[in-house]
Structures are given as structure tokens and as C-alpha cells.
Nanobody
Framework: QVQLVESGGGLVQAGESLRLSCTLS????????MGWYRQAPGKQRELVAN???????NYADSVKGRFTISRDNPKNTVYLQMNSLKPEDTAVYYC?????????WGQGTQVTVSS
């Protein structure tokens, strides 16, 4: 059973930074496309950033220039460095892994940014 274990959420003030981490419990990590999604109250879940094989990355327009996704294959871990946080970044952030056509999700971690 593949599990994704997230950490790093919390409460910060606008302009501060947080780093989220997500570790894959089993599998050949380098074969998975990894990403972060978020869901704010009353809104649909949206892609924040993802990183696929070959280190290709994609970002939502709203976070470009502020967030950076990276992966450490030997540690089976993907990171989301979030800088210059804004109140509108407040959401539950979910780690996502995809292998072929199978999706895996973490339990979510709350990020709250106060103004």
C-alpha cells in the first residue's frame, strides 16, 4: 500500500515562508510524478505545482515566482517551498503522486496565512 506522509503546514503571517514535505512510503519514487494541490473552503481542489520525470516542473499562475517544488529521490520526498505567502494561499495542501494511471493522495496539511 502506497502512503504519502505530509508535514510542514502551520499558521504564518503574510510575507513569511513555509516548507511542506511529503514522503512516499514505498515504490520506486523516481518513477512517480509528484505534485501539490490545495483546496480552500468552498472551492475546488486545484493544482499548485508538480514535478515529473526529468525534473520538469509546472506551477499555477498564482504561485509562480513564490513557490518552488523540488524532489529528493534517494529520500523519497518531494518539497514545496512557499515564500511571500499571502492570505489567499490559505488552504489544505495535499500531496499527490501518480504512477501510470493510478493516483495517490496524502491526508492533507493545513496552511493558514494571516494578514
Amino acid at each position: 500500500q502506497v502512503q504519502l506522509v505530509e508535514s510542514g503546514g502551520g499558521l504564518v503571517q503574510a510575507g513569511e515562508s513555509l516548507r511542506l514535505s511529503c514522503t512516499l512510503s514505498r515504490g520506486i519514487f523516481s518513477l512517480f510524478a509528484m505534485g501539490w494541490y490545495r483546496q480552500a473552503p468552498g472551492k475546488q481542489r486545484e493544482l499548485v505545482a508538480n514535478i515529473v520525470s526529468g525534473e520538469t516542473t509546472n506551477y499555477a499562475d498564482s504561485v509562480k515566482g513564490r513557490f518552488t517544488i523540488s524532489r529528493d529521490n534517494p529520500k523519497n520526498t518531494v518539497y514545496l517551498q512557499m515564500n511571500s505567502l499571502k492570505p489567499e494561499d490559505t488552504a489544505v495542501y495535499y500531496c499527490h503522486a501518480k504512477f501510470r494511471d493510478v493516483d495517490f493522495w496524502g491526508q492533507g496539511t493545513q496552511v493558514t496565512v494571516s494578514s
